[in-house]
């Protein structure tokens, strides 16, 4: 199977997982994924909670000892109360009804930094045309084989098609890039870690590890695939000069953020930022200001 197939085949995957958690969510509702009461993926209680935990994006790079501080890492929260009980349900307990409020989480951070890249776009110089219609690319982080064959759907391109879906589908000022996804970042993974599913590069696998051993592990670990269609046109991989946010649900040390960040740079593209949910630090009012 080509890349171009296997990426066609993972969307329509994603598509698949969706419709069918919005049809078992019809016809059996589950109940709170943070309470565990009521018949929705949050409760009112819940959501305003979760709401007033994610509406000030801010900036968590210093935070973060494996990802350059001179690059933004935008997060909507701080991971814990009901912003890391529904992380957790969507991601351990497969709660894909839950997607929709972490999505509008992530899409409050990755407003802030597109509105930060115009801002600075129109200050450094006057864009032409055509710089102001090339697209800013969503770059999910990736999952293990073993880990999609359990869910069903990968996290990170689950949020990150549903954030560009819903900037797609809302009002855009003319001059606002448009919001594509390139989930072409891979694991290095030999057919023994597929097949048996090693923990070795796995975000549970690396619970209670300091920073320095999560970013041996991870360290080379990813690369960018190439599609068949970029390929021909370009020569090259498929985000080679593309501008890109990185995007994933949780910050905690940087590590498998920097590790996107490298495997992009290596394939030619360039890092604008990093955009996640929630960091194990929450963003201050201070880091909020020092990007106005």
Not at 15 to 43: I, K
Not at 222 to 251: E, H
Request: overall charge positive; aromatic content about 6%.
């Amino acid at each position: 199977m080509s890349l171009m197939e296997k990426g066609t085949v993972d969307r329509w995957a994603i598509g698949v997982a969706g419709a069918l958690a919005d049809v078992t969510e019809l016809v059996f509702p589950q109940p709170c994924a943070v309470c565990g009461r009521g018949n929705r993926a949050l409760c009112p209680v819940c959501r305003a909670f979760f709401v007033r935990l994610t509406a000030a994006p801010g900036n968590v790079a210093d935070s973060l000892p494996r990802w350059p501080s001179e690059v933004p890492c935008i997060a909507a929260g701080g991971y814990g109360h009901e912003v890391a009980r529904a992380i957790l349900a969507f991601k351990t307990g497969y709660r894909m009804d839950v997607s929709a409020d972490l999505s509008r989480a992530l899409g409050r951070s990755v407003d802030f930094l597109v509105e930060r890249y115009v801002r600075e776009r129109e200050s450094g110089h006057q864009a032409t045309t055509g710089e102001a219609a090339r697209p800013v690319h969503l770059v999910p982080a990736p999952s293990r084989a073993a880990a999609f064959r359990k869910r069903g759907f990968v996290p990170g391109e689950v949020l990150a098609r549903k954030v560009a879906r819903r900037r797609r589908a809302g009002p855009w000022g003319r001059d606002l890039p448009m919001l594509k996804v390139e989930a072409s970042v891979r694991l290095r993974e030999s057919l023994m870690d597929r097949v048996t599913g090693s923990r070795r590069l796995s975000s549970s696998g690396q619970k209670g590890l300091t920073a320095g051993r999560r970013f041996d592990r991870i360290h080379g670990a990813m690369y960018v695939a190439r599609s068949l269609s970029d390929f021909r046109r370009t020569g090259g991989p498929s985000l080679a000069g593309k501008s890109c946010i990185l995007i994933d649900d949780v910050a905690t040390t940087g590590s498998t953020l920097g590790e996107m960040k490298r495997a992009i740079e290596d394939a030619g593209g360039h890092v604008l930022a990093a955009a996640v949910v929630a960091s194990v630090r929450a963003p201050s009012e201070k880091l909020h200001e020092n990007l106005q």
